[in-house]
C-alpha cells in the first residue's frame, strides 16, 4: 500500500513533463472545463450534470429535441402501434467505437439493461413506465409501456436512456463506468479522476467524423479560477459563470459569451398545508409584491426571464401568456386583509447554499416586509435541504428545477399531480382537476391535443397559486473566439462539438 | 524504543475505531439523506418507491449498528467498500488521492519552513528591531490572510498577469508553486511566531552566555546551539500543522482544482457518500497519528534528554 503510495508520487512527481499533460497544440482540440468531476461514464449509473456533459460526447440517444422539437439521432422515424406501444425505425451502418454494429439488440439491451433493477439505474425513474422492448428486426425495434404513457419520445432524449454496446458492457462488466463505449463523435481515451478526461475523434462517426481531435475535460471546482483559467487560456469552454463575470468576459475580445434559455425555472415554493399560505389569497398577496423584474436586473444582471408558470417556454407544452403578477402593494394588502391576515407573520424560507440563491431570498424578505412579514432565511447545503423539503420542514422554499426531458409532464407531474405528495410535490399540492389533466395527458397520444391539456392544466396551476413563479434563468457559456460552431441546446450538458472548429 | 514503538502501535486500534465511531455517527446524524442527492438537481423527478428501492439496494435501510459493523468488519480485511456516488472501490480512490495530498503537503511544509525558521530566529536575536516587527507583521498577514483569498490573488498575479505559471491543475512542478505558497505561508507564520518565543526563552539560558563567552560567532550561537534547542516546540508545531495540513488542504485544493484527499472528502461529505468519508478520515486519521509518533521519535533525536523505555 504505502510502496503504491510513493510509486504515485514520484510518477507525480518526476514523471509528468510535457508528454501526456501539456494542453493540446493549437487547432488539434479544446479544454472544457466542468463544475466537477464526472462520477461514472455508464449512462445508466449517473444522473449528475458534469457526467451527462461528457456522456453525451460518447453516447447518443434515440432522439434528441431541439428548438424545431423532437428530431432523429440514433432511431431515424417512430409511430404508435396501439395505445402502449412505440415502434423505432434505427439508423442502418452505424458502429459502436468498440467496431460492433449498432441495432435492434443493442437497443434491447440498454433498455433491458437500464431497467433492470439489479442495475441500481440512477435516472430509473426515466423509464420505470417502460414495461418491455422487442427487437422486430435489425433494424426495428417496439417499446411498450404498462400504462399510455405520451411522454415516452421525450423521454428517449434523456442522456441516461443512451445507448451502449453490448459487447463492451459484456466485456467490462461492473468497470464499463470506467470504460465507456458507445457511438457517439468522440471515443473514450483516459479518466485521471478529478483532474481530466481526455476523448478523441471517432473518424467513422456517422454524421462524418468531427473536426477537433481531441476533447480535454477537467474539473475546477472554483468559478473564479474557471475563469482565470479562461482568460489565460488555459481553457476553451467555461459554463455558467456568475453574472458579475459575463459583464467582464463580455468586454473580451478573445472571448465568445453566449445566453440562451434553458429549460430550467426557479420558484419560491409555499407549504399549503401551513398558514397563513395555506389560503390562495395570502399567496397572491405575496405574488403582488415581489418585483420580479427589479430582481432579474439588479441581482442577476439581466441573466434569466420572468416566469409567470412553471415551465420555461422551450418546453413542449409551456403555457407561454399565463397572466403574470403586476407589482400592486395596494392590492396584496387589500388581499391579505380579505384573507384575515394580520401584520405579524412570521415564516421561514429554505434555500441551499449559493449566492443565487442568497440574493434571491433577501430580495424575497425585504418584499415582503411591507406586508408585515418577517421572513426568516434557511440558508442549508443541498442535501439538508432535500431533507427538509422531504419532512416538509419548512413554510417557503426556494427550488431550481430543470424539465430534462423538454416535455410539460416531466415537471407538471412531479410537482403538482396528488400522488406526488409529499416529494417531489414539497408544496403538497392537490387539485383532482390538474390530476385528472395530468393523467390525461400522459394517454394522449396526439401532441397537439397534449399541448392543450397542459396549457389547461397550467392555467388551474398558475390560479391556485402553489408557488410563486419567479424566473427562467438563461444558460451562459463563454468560449474562446477561436473556437467556433460549439451550441449547447437548452443546457451546458447537452453541449454538442460534432461541428467545432478550432481557428488560432 | 522498539517496546515503545509496539505500544505505540497497538495504541493506535482504538483511537482509529474511536476516530472512525465518531466520524460514522456525525455523518449518520447529518439531516441528508445519501439517495436522494445521489439523484441529484437532475433526479428530482424521481418517485418515492424509486428512492426507497435505490435506497435499499445500496444497504443504507439496515440499522446504524449493523452498517457500522459491517465497515468495522470489512476494514479489517482490508476493505474499505465502494464509493456510493461513484461504485469505485474506497481504496483505490484514496491511494489514488494520497500521493497529490502528500506531494502538496510535503511542498508547502518545506515552503512553511523555509519562510519560518529563519524568521523566527532572527526576529528573536534583533528582538525589538525592524527585522523583529516586520517579521511579526509578515506573521500576522500570513494568519489572517484567508486562503482562498490569497490563492486567487497569486493566481490573478502569476497566472493571469505575469503568465508564469499555470493557474490550476497538476503535471508539472509549476502546477506546485502556486498552491504550496498559498498553502505554506499560513503555516509559516505558525512556525515563526512559536520559533521566535521558544528562541527568546533558550537565548536567556546559561549555555548560551557560555557559547557568547567562549567567543562562537553569533550565526554559530544562533543556528546550532540555540535553535537547536529551541526546536522541541517548533517539532510540535510542525507535526500539527503537518496533520493538518493533510487533512485541511480542502480549500487550497479547490482553489487550484488540485485532486487531493481535501477535495475528495469534501465532495464525499456533500453527497454523503458514507463510505468515502469513512475511508478518507479513516486514512486520514492513520496518516495523523503516524506524524505524531514521528515527532514524538524526532523529540529523542533532538534532545538527548528525553528517552523512551
Same mark, same amino acid.
Given at each position: 500500500?504505502?510502496?503504491?503510495?510513493?510509486?504515485?508520487?514520484?510518477?507525480?512527481?518526476?514523471?509528468?513533463?510535457?508528454?501526456?499533460?501539456?494542453?493540446?497544440?493549437?487547432?488539434?482540440?479544446?479544454?472544457?472545463?466542468?463544475?466537477?468531476?464526472?462520477?461514472?461514464?455508464?449512462?445508466?449509473?449517473?444522473?449528475?450534470?458534469?457526467?451527462?456533459?461528457?456522456?453525451?460526447?460518447?453516447?447518443?440517444?434515440l432522439l434528441?429535441?431541439?428548438?424545431?422539437?423532437l428530431?432523429?439521432?440514433?432511431a431515424?422515424s417512430w409511430r404508435p402501434v396501439g395505445d402502449r406501444t412505440w415502434e423505432f425505425k434505427l439508423?442502418?451502418?452505424? !458502429?459502436?467505437?468498440?467496431?460492433?454494429?449498432?441495432?435492434a439488440?443493442?437497443v434491447r439491451?440498454?433498455i433491458e439493461?437500464?431497467i433492470?433493477?439489479?442495475?441500481?439505474?440512477?435516472?430509473?425513474?426515466?423509464l420505470s413506465m417502460v414495461e418491455g422492448v422487442r427487437a422486430i428486426a435489425?433494424?426495428t425495434v417496439q417499446i411498450t409501456t404498462r400504462y399510455p404513457f405520451a411522454a415516452l419520445l421525450n423521454h428517449l432524449?434523456?442522456?441516461? *436512456?443512451?445507448?451502449?454496446?453490448?459487447?463492451?458492457?459484456?466485456?467490462?462488466?461492473?468497470?464499463?463506468?470506467?470504460?465507456?463505449?458507445?457511438?457517439?463523435?468522440?471515443?473514450?481515451?483516459?479518466?485521471?479522476?478529478?483532474?481530466?478526461?481526455?476523448?478523441?475523434?471517432?473518424?467513422?462517426?456517422?454524421?462524418?467524423?468531427?473536426?477537433?481531435?481531441?476533447?480535454?475535460?477537467?474539473?475546477?471546482?472554483?468559478?473564479? *479560477?474557471?475563469?482565470?483559467?479562461?482568460?489565460?487560456?488555459?481553457?476553451?469552454?467555461?459554463?455558467?459563470?456568475?453574472?458579475?463575470?459575463?459583464?467582464?468576459?463580455? !468586454?473580451?475580445?478573445?472571448?465568445?459569451?453566449?445566453?440562451?434559455?434553458?429549460?430550467?425555472?426557479?420558484?419560491?415554493?409555499? &407549504?399549503?398545508?401551513?398558514?397563513?399560505?395555506?389560503?390562495? !389569497?395570502?399567496?397572491?398577496?405575496?405574488?403582488?409584491?415581489?418585483?420580479?423584474?427589479?430582481?432579474?436586473?439588479?441581482?442577476?444582471?439581466?441573466?434569466?426571464?420572468?416566469?409567470?408558470?412553471?415551465?420555461?417556454?422551450?418546453?413542449?407544452?409551456? &403555457?407561454?401568456?399565463?397572466?403574470?403578477?403586476?407589482?400592486?402593494?395596494?392590492?396584496?394588502?387589500?388581499?391579505?386583509?380579505?384573507?384575515?391576515?394580520?401584520?405579524?407573520?412570521?415564516?421561514?424560507?429554505?434555500?441551499?447554499?449559493?449566492?443565487?440563491?442568497?440574493?434571491?431570498?433577501?430580495?424575497?424578505?425585504?418584499?415582503?416586509?411591507?406586508?408585515?412579514?418577517?421572513?426568516?432565511?434557511?440558508?442549508?447545503?443541498?442535501?439538508?435541504?432535500?431533507?427538509?423539503?422531504?419532512?416538509?420542514?419548512?413554510?417557503?422554499?426556494?427550488?431550481?428545477?430543470? *424539465?430534462?426531458?423538454?416535455?410539460?409532464d416531466?415537471?407538471?407531474?412531479?410537482?403538482?399531480?396528488?400522488?406526488?405528495?409529499?416529494?417531489?410535490?414539497?408544496?403538497?399540492?392537490?387539485?383532482?382537476?390538474?390530476?385528472?389533466?395530468?393523467d390525461e395527458g400522459r394517454a394522449t397520444a396526439d401532441q397537439s391535443r397534449r399541448?392543450?391539456i397542459?396549457?389547461?392544466?397550467?392555467?388551474?396551476?398558475?390560479?391556485?397559486?402553489?408557488?410563486?413563479?419567479?424566473?427562467?434563468?438563461?444558460?451562459?457559456?463563454?468560449?474562446?473566439?477561436?473556437?467556433?460552431?460549439?451550441?449547447?441546446?437548452?443546457?451546458?450538458?447537452?453541449?454538442?462539438?460534432?461541428?467545432?472548429?478550432?481557428?488560432? | 524504543?522498539?517496546?515503545?514503538?509496539?505500544?505505540?502501535?497497538?495504541?493506535?486500534?482504538?483511537?482509529?475505531?474511536?476516530?472512525?465511531?465518531?466520524?460514522?455517527?456525525?455523518?449518520?446524524?447529518?439531516?441528508?439523506?445519501?439517495?436522494?442527492?445521489?439523484?441529484?438537481?437532475?433526479?428530482?423527478?424521481?418517485?418515492?418507491?424509486?428512492?426507497? !428501492?435505490?435506497?435499499?439496494?445500496?444497504?443504507?435501510?439496515?440499522?446504524?449498528?449493523?452498517?457500522?459493523?459491517?465497515?468495522?468488519?470489512?476494514?479489517?480485511?482490508?476493505?474499505?467498500?465502494?464509493?456510493?456516488?461513484?461504485? =469505485?472501490?474506497?481504496?483505490?480512490?484514496?491511494?489514488?488521492?494520497?500521493?497529490?495530498?502528500?506531494?502538496?503537503?510535503?511542498?508547502?511544509?518545506?515552503?512553511?519552513?523555509?519562510?519560518?525558521?529563519?524568521?523566527?530566529?532572527?526576529?528573536?536575536?534583533?528582538?525589538?528591531?525592524?527585522?523583529?516587527?516586520?517579521?511579526?507583521?509578515?506573521?500576522?498577514?500570513?494568519?489572517?490572510?484567508?486562503?482562498?483569498?490569497?490563492?486567487?490573488?497569486?493566481?490573478?498575479?502569476?497566472?493571469?498577469?505575469?503568465?508564469?505559471?499555470?493557474?490550476?491543475?497538476?503535471?508539472?512542478?509549476?502546477?506546485?508553486?502556486?498552491?504550496?505558497?498559498?498553502?505554506?505561508?499560513?503555516?509559516?507564520?505558525?512556525?515563526?511566531?512559536? *520559533?521566535?518565543?521558544?528562541?527568546?526563552?533558550?537565548?536567556?539560558?546559561?549555555?548560551?552566555?557560555?557559547?557568547?563567552?567562549?567567543?562562537?560567532?553569533?550565526?554559530?550561537?544562533?543556528?546550532?546551539?540555540?535553535?537547536?534547542?529551541?526546536?522541541?516546540?517548533?517539532?510540535?508545531?510542525?507535526?500539527?500543522?503537518?496533520?493538518?495540513?493533510?487533512?485541511?488542504?480542502?480549500?487550497?485544493?479547490?482553489?487550484?482544482?488540485?485532486?487531493?484527499?481535501?477535495?475528495?472528502?469534501?465532495?464525499?461529505?456533500?453527497?454523503?457518500?458514507?463510505?468515502?468519508?469513512?475511508?478518507?478520515?479513516?486514512?486520514? =486519521?492513520?496518516?495523523?497519528?503516524?506524524?505524531?509518533?514521528?515527532?514524538?521519535?524526532?523529540?529523542?533525536?533532538?534532545?538527548?534528554?528525553?528517552?523512551?523505555?
Amino acid at each position: 500500500m504505502l510502496s503504491k503510495v510513493l510509486a504515485g508520487l514520484i510518477v507525480l512527481l518526476v514523471g509528468t513533463g510535457a508528454a501526456g499533460f501539456a494542453g493540446p497544440a493549437p487547432g488539434e482540440g479544446i479544454v472544457i472545463a466542468m463544475p466537477a468531476d464526472a462520477t461514472a461514464l455508464d449512462p445508466h449509473k449517473t444522473n449528475d450534470g458534469p457526467s451527462f456533459l461528457v456522456i453525451n460526447q460518447i453516447f447518443e440517444t434515440l432522439l434528441v429535441r431541439t428548438a424545431r422539437g423532437l428530431e432523429p439521432r440514433l432511431a431515424i422515424s417512430w409511430r404508435p402501434v396501439g395505445d402502449r406501444t412505440w415502434e423505432f425505425k434505427l439508423r442502418r451502418g452505424v !458502429r459502436f467505437h468498440d467496431g460492433t454494429p449498432f441495432n435492434a439488440e443493442a437497443v434491447r439491451f440498454t433498455i433491458e439493461r437500464f431497467i433492470n433493477p439489479e442495475a441500481r439505474a440512477r435516472a430509473y425513474f426515466v423509464l420505470s413506465m417502460v414495461e418491455g422492448v422487442r427487437a422486430i428486426a435489425d433494424d426495428t425495434v417496439q417499446i411498450t409501456t404498462r400504462y399510455p404513457f405520451a411522454a415516452l419520445l421525450n423521454h428517449l432524449t434523456h442522456p441516461a *436512456t443512451s445507448i451502449v454496446s453490448p459487447a463492451a458492457v459484456a466485456r467490462f462488466g461492473a468497470d464499463f463506468v470506467r470504460n465507456p463505449v458507445g457511438t457517439g463523435p468522440f471515443k473514450f481515451e483516459s479518466w485521471v479522476a478529478r483532474d481530466r478526461i481526455t476523448l478523441l475523434r471517432n473518424d467513422d462517426y456517422w454524421g462524418g467524423p468531427p473536426q477537433i481531435a481531441r476533447v480535454v475535460l477537467r474539473p475546477i471546482p472554483e468559478t473564479s *479560477t474557471q475563469i482565470v483559467e479562461l482568460e489565460s487560456g488555459g481553457v476553451d469552454v467555461v459554463f455558467n459563470m456568475p453574472a458579475d463575470s459575463v459583464a467582464r468576459l463580455e !468586454r473580451n475580445p478573445r472571448i465568445r459569451v453566449y445566453k440562451e434559455p434553458s429549460f430550467s425555472a426557479n420558484y419560491i415554493g409555499f &407549504h399549503l398545508e401551513r398558514p397563513p399560505f395555506s389560503d390562495v !389569497r395570502v399567496r397572491r398577496a405575496v405574488g403582488h409584491a415581489v418585483r420580479v423584474e427589479g430582481l432579474i436586473t439588479f441581482f442577476l444582471k439581466g441573466l434569466a426571464v420572468r416566469a409567470n408558470g412553471p415551465l420555461s417556454p422551450v418546453v413542449f407544452g409551456a &403555457h407561454t401568456d399565463l397572466p403574470g403578477y403586476e407589482y400592486d402593494l395596494d392590492r396584496a394588502r387589500a388581499l391579505l386583509t380579505e384573507a384575515g391576515v394580520r401584520a405579524g407573520v412570521r415564516a421561514r424560507l429554505v434555500i441551499f447554499e449559493s449566492a443565487e440563491w442568497r440574493r434571491i431570498a433577501q430580495a424575497i424578505q425585504a418584499s415582503l416586509q411591507p406586508l408585515g412579514f418577517q421572513i426568516e432565511v434557511d440558508v442549508v447545503e443541498f442535501g439538508t435541504w432535500l431533507s427538509r423539503l422531504d419532512r416538509g420542514d419548512f413554510d417557503l422554499y426556494g427550488m431550481r428545477w430543470g *424539465t430534462v426531458t423538454l416535455d410539460a409532464d416531466y415537471t407538471l407531474y412531479s410537482l403538482f399531480h396528488s400522488s406526488q405528495i409529499p416529494n417531489p410535490n414539497y408544496s403538497r399540492y392537490r387539485n383532482p382537476e390538474v390530476d385528472r389533466l395530468l393523467d390525461e395527458g400522459r394517454a394522449t397520444a396526439d401532441q397537439s391535443r397534449r399541448a392543450q391539456i397542459y396549457r389547461r392544466a397550467q392555467s388551474l396551476i398558475a390560479q391556485d397559486a402553489p408557488m410563486l413563479f419567479l424566473y427562467y434563468p438563461l444558460s451562459t457559456y463563454a468560449v474562446q473566439s477561436a473556437v467556433q460552431n460549439t451550441v449547447a441546446p437548452f443546457s451546458w450538458i447537452n453541449l454538442d462539438l460534432r461541428k467545432t472548429m478550432v481557428r488560432r | 524504543m522498539g517496546r515503545y514503538l509496539i505500544q505505540r502501535l497497538i495504541l493506535m486500534v482504538p483511537v482509529l475505531l474511536g476516530v472512525t465511531l465518531v466520524s460514522f455517527l456525525i455523518l449518520h446524524l447529518t439531516p441528508g439523506d445519501p439517495v436522494r442527492i445521489l439523484l441529484g438537481e437532475l433526479g428530482q423527478g424521481a418517485s418515492q418507491e424509486e428512492v426507497a !428501492r435505490l435506497r435499499r439496494s445500496l444497504g443504507l435501510d439496515d440499522p446504524l449498528l449493523v452498517q457500522y459493523g459491517r465497515f468495522v468488519w470489512r476494514a479489517l480485511q482490508g476493505d474499505l467498500g465502494r464509493s456510493l456516488r461513484t461504485g =469505485a472501490p474506497v481504496r483505490d480512490e484514496v491511494l489514488a488521492r494520497a500521493p497529490f495530498t502528500l506531494a502538496l503537503t510535503g511542498t508547502s511544509l518545506a515552503v512553511a519552513l523555509l519562510i519560518g525558521l529563519p524568521a523566527g530566529v532572527l526576529s528573536a536575536a534583533y528582538k525589538g528591531s525592524a527585522i523583529d516587527h516586520a517579521a511579526t507583521l509578515l506573521a500576522l498577514f500570513g494568519v489572517s490572510l484567508p486562503v482562498f483569498w490569497l490563492g486567487l490573488l497569486l493566481m490573478l498575479v502569476f497566472a493571469l498577469a505575469l503568465e508564469w505559471l499555470p493557474a490550476s491543475g497538476f503535471g508539472t512542478w509549476k502546477h506546485l508553486v502556486l498552491p504550496s505558497v498559498t498553502l505554506g505561508l499560513a503555516s509559516s507564520a505558525l512556525i515563526a511566531r512559536m *520559533t521566535r518565543s521558544s528562541m527568546l526563552e533558550v537565548l536567556g539560558q546559561d549555555f548560551v552566555r557560555t557559547a557568547w563567552a567562549k567567543g562562537l560567532a553569533a550565526p554559530a550561537v544562533l543556528w546550532r546551539h540555540a535553535l537547536r534547542n529551541a526546536l522541541i516546540p517548533v517539532v510540535t508545531v510542525v507535526g500539527l500543522q503537518l496533520g493538518g495540513l493533510l487533512g485541511g488542504a480542502v480549500l487550497t485544493e479547490t482553489v487550484f482544482a488540485w485532486p487531493g484527499l481535501g477535495r475528495l472528502v469534501v465532495g464525499a461529505i456533500y453527497s454523503r457518500d458514507f463510505p468515502l468519508v469513512q475511508g478518507t478520515v479513516l486514512f486520514t =486519521a492513520a496518516a495523523f497519528v503516524m506524524v505524531n509518533l514521528a515527532v514524538d521519535i524526532l523529540y529523542a533525536l533532538i534532545d538527548p534528554r528525553i528517552r523512551y523505555a
